[in-house]
């Protein structure tokens, strides 16, 4: 089925659901989403290998895995978690979170809808807050209605997200997460370059923006960054051989992994 380009974020969705489905599968699997299944659907698991390259689907199993390592690293001691366009995340069921930990997850109210539909049974590890929200428009007031406190630590995840907006409204809601943090705040977050957005593959064909050097933009808006690709030390788990291209080498299509912390 050709979709547009909206059309097909909100798909995505579901495509990283069968994705992790996939991995959970495996005797080898470094993470287990026991509800990605029921959630990714009988489409998306069955056109998830005609629509992402294996090395895509690596890339998002490495991912995860990163940012579960990065939550479970830091909360506690924070206790606030924003995750934008959540889609079908399920680390607020399926992660071994404190009680009191306040996870936001902010998305389309029809993808929401859908995922408390499935899971209405299953029972949060922490409290979870599901914010309609469309991130391009004025989202910020209903994260704070819902209880979240910009004065206090928190942790971010954009997780598939960026290189889907313009470079203009990757660049406002960037700066929007950079105001609403305090310092020592987490953020984990993926890029593409450039040139991966020229790329022409099935999945990469919606991608809209393309950061070079992301430790430049993030510094920017007062972060200090670590940056993997996949196949760094700690960014592999055995699943990218071997190491990727040095970044100096140029005219290579490259996705970015990144951990920052809000400087003092």
């Known amino acids: 089925m050709i979709r547009s380009p909206e059309q097909f ?3 995505s969705a579901y495509l990283m659901a069968a994705i992790r ?35 895509d689907q690596n890339f998002v199993v490495i991912r995860t895995r990163m940012f579960d390592d990065l939550l479970l690293k830091h909360a506690p001691p924070i206790k606030q978690v924003v995750i934008l366009a959540a ?13 009191d930990l306040q996870l936001y997850e902010l998305d389309y109210a029809e993808i929401l809808e ?12 922490c409290e ?20 979240y406190d910009s004065s206090q630590a928190s942790i971010w995840l954009l997780e598939g997200l960026l290189m889907y907006l313009n470079e203009a ?4 809601l960037l700066q929007t997460v950079s105001r609403m943090t305090a310092p020592g705040s987490h953020i984990g977050l993926d890029l ?13 064909v ?5 950061v070079d050097i992301p430790e430049v933009v993030l510094s920017d808006y007062g972060w200090t960054t670590q940056v993997f690709q996949p196949g760094d030390d700690g960014a592999s788990f055995g699943r990218c051989k071997p190491p990727p291209l040095d970044r100096d080498i140029p005219d290579t299509a490259r996705t970015f992994i990144i951990h920052a912390t809000k400087d003092s």
Do not use: C
């Open 206 to 210: 919606y991608f809209r923006s393309g």
């Open 21 to 55: 489905a996939q991995e959970t599968e495996r005797r080898d699997r470094i993470f287990s989403d026991p509800f990605a299944a029921q959630l990714a659907g009988k489409e998306a698991m069955s056109l998830l290998d005609k629509q992402v390259t294996p090395q």
């Open 87 to 99: 889609g079908m995340d399920t680390r607020a069921f399926r992660l071994a979170l404190p009680r």
């Open 192 to 204: 593409v370059n450039r040139k991966a957005v020229i790329d022409n593959d099935p999945y990469r």
């Open 169 to 172: 409204d990757a660049h406002t």
């Open 114 to 125: 859908y995922k408390n539909v499935e899971l209405a049974n299953v029972m949060p590890k």
């Open 9 to 11: 974020v909100s798909y």
């Open 128 to 147: 979870r807050h599901a914010i309609a929200a469309d991130l391009t428009k004025l989202w910020t007031p209903r994260l704070f209605a819902a209880g």
